[in-house]
Structure formats: C-alpha cells, structure tokens
T-cell receptor, first 114, second 119 residues
Framework: DTGVSQDPRHKITKRGQNVTFRCDPISEHNRLYWYRQTLGQGPEFLTYFQNEAQLEKSRLLSDRFSAERPKGSFSTLEIQRTEQGDSAMYLC????????????FGEGSWLTVV | AQTVTQSQPEMSVQEAETVTLSCTYDTSESDYYLFWYKQPPSRQMILVIRQEAYKQQNATENRFSVNFQKAAKSFSLKISDSQLGDAAMYFCAYITSPAGGTSYGKLTFGQGTILTVHP
C-alpha cells in the first residue's frame, strides 16, 4: 500500500495558463475524490469518481475545470485559463470498495497563480 | 445542506495533559458517519477517529476518544496525554451513509482547529 500519490506537489503558473494535476489512488480503490483547500479553511468537495464514472460534481467546479479518470485508475484534474482565485491546495483521496466510509488522502498539489 | 462547525479556531495544551476539541453539525439524515482528521504542517490529511451515527458507544483509538451526542448533534474529540506530535490542524468531518446514494463520498469539513502543544 503506497498511499495516494499526487503530482506535481507544487505548481506556480501565470494567470491564463492551463495546469493539470495527476492523482494515483491506492491500488484497487474504486472511488476517487478531488477536494480543494484554501489557507486556513477546511477542504471543499469538487468531484468524485466510482471507477471511470464521474458521479458527482460540485458547483465549485466551473466550466474551466475538468476531471477525468479514463481507465478507472489514475485521475487528472485540469484547470484552464487559470485565475488568481484558483490558488489553493488540490487534494486527491480514494476509498476502497468494501470500506467506502474510509477515505485516504494524498499530500496534495499546491497551485499558485501569479 | 449539511454543515459542520468548529467554534474553536485555536487551542493549546501542555504536553501530557488532556484537551477537548469541539464540533457541531447539522443534518437531516439519521444515518451518517463522523470523522476527525489531523493535518500536520506536512499537509497530508490523516484519519484520527471515526464514529458511526447508529452506534451509541463512543469511538476510541488509543489516546483519542470522542463524545458523540446525537440528539445535540455534537461530536467532540478528546486527546489524552498530549504529545508534541499531536500539534496540527484538526478537522471535524461528516459523510452520509452508503444508503445516501450518489451523494455518498462527499465529506463536509469544518473550518478546523489549530492545536498547539507546549513542552
């Protein structure tokens, strides 16, 4: 069990650029989640997948955000035309089929938009 | 909509002493789960303890225990024999039960409590 892995850990980008984050869940975890956390706040739910199906999306996920999990394994979160307000930590998490109420988090990907 | 409230932005405790972190929540569901997560400066969120709403017995994990008051919608965390490594941001979180359908999997977090442990 290698844990939830996220890449890159830190990203600095200029406003208007596109960025993509990758998440590798724990092996055989069928559910994968994306959360966003700003400084001093609790994480906020963005979206989640069961296998390759995206089952729910938050209103926080504007049309500039897109998440995919094409083969039901790793996932990507892309932000197009980044804005300064997108600066945050993007957390990925996963949970196993038989213990869906146990959610394991990765270390997060820090995004700074300048 | 479910909400989770942590009314203590910061708490401090002396090493080896006991501290209690407060959490209240609001939900119309009867079956759900509550969690306390710890987020140290390294930023990885770590599950500390979990409580199933249908269980009346309070959960305990070593030095960590909860006081779950379902009627009052209160879920406090007690840390006994505090250690320097307990210093972190603590988040209370809520999730609906598996019967909650497609909403299941969406953790709702409180604002967090920063815990400082003094040697």
């Amino acid at each position: 069990d290698t844990g939830v892995s996220q890449d890159p850990r830190h990203k600095i980008t200029k406003r208007g650029q596109n960025v993509t984050f990758r998440c590798d869940p724990i092996s055989e975890h069928n559910r994968l989640y994306w959360y966003r956390q700003t400084l001093g706040q609790g994480p906020e739910f963005l979206t989640y997948f069961q296998n390759e199906a995206q089952l729910e999306k938050s209103r926080l996920l504007s049309d500039r955000f897109s998440a995919e999990r094409p083969k039901g394994s790793f996932s990507t979160l892309e932000i197009q035309r980044t804005e300064q307000g997108d600066s945050a930590m993007y957390l990925c998490a996963s949970s196993p089929r038989d213990r869906r109420n146990t959610i394991y988090f990765g270390e997060g990907s820090w995004l700074t938009v300048v | 909509a479910q909400t989770v409230t942590q009314s203590q932005p910061e708490m401090s405790v002396q090493e080896a002493e006991t501290v209690t972190l407060s959490c209240t929540y609001d939900t119309s569901e009867s079956d759900y789960y509550l969690f306390w997560y710890k987020q140290p400066p390294s930023r990885q969120m770590i599950l500390v303890i979990r409580q199933e709403a249908y269980k009346q017995q309070n959960a305990t994990e070593n030095r960590f225990s909860v006081n779950f008051q379902k009627a009052a919608k209160s879920f406090s965390l007690k840390i006994s024999d505090s250690q320097l490594g307990d210093a972190a941001m603590y988040f209370c979180a809520y999730i609906t039960s598996p019967a909650g359908g497609t909403s299941y999997g969406k953790l709702t977090f409180g604002q967090g409590t920063i815990l400082t442990v003094h040697p």
